[in-house]
């Protein structure tokens, strides 16, 4: 069965670290494009970033620029967000994806997310 497992979320202090896991299994991640989601409560789903086939990057929330990195370890299988100086507006449930090609736009399944609390 393919699917994308997140994890990594949890309770952190305000100016805190996190970085999310997004692994896949039942296929290769390598050479797929992937986006970074989160959804806060009470309000919609909104793309963080998300990483071209050929590794390029978009940034899709202007909150995150300098502060959130998406990369990809093909021999972990896995896609990664670092997220550095977070900020209580950052608290959501965040989810991986596959994405359309340069778009930045969810195609695949939505798994379960990984809940990200910034708070003090």
């Known amino acids: ?3 994308l497992v997140e994890s990594g979320g949890g309770l952190v202090e305000p100016g805190g670290s996190l970085r999310l896991s997004c692994t896949a299994s ?3 991640l390598d050479s797929i494009a992937i986006g970074w989601f989160r959804q806060a409560p009470g309000k919609e789903r ?3 970033s998300c990483i071209g086939s050929n590794n390029a990057v978009t940034d899709y ?3 995150v620029k300098g502060r959130f990195t998406i990369s990809r370890d093909g021999l ?3 896609v990664y967000l670092q ?3 977070l900020k209580p ?3 959501a449930v965040y989810y991986c994806v596959t994405v359309v090609e340069g778009l930045c736009a969810p195609k695949g399944s939505w798994g379960q997310g990984t809940q990200v609390t910034v708070s003090s």
Do not use: L, P, R
């Open 46 to 48: 909104e793309g963080v």
């Open 83 to 85: 997220m550095n100086s």
């Open 89 to 91: 507006e950052d608290t």
């Open 61 to 63: 929330v202007d909150s």
């Open 26 to 28: 039942g296929f290769i």
């Open 76 to 78: 972990k299988n896995t």
């Open 1 to 3: 069965q393919e699917q």
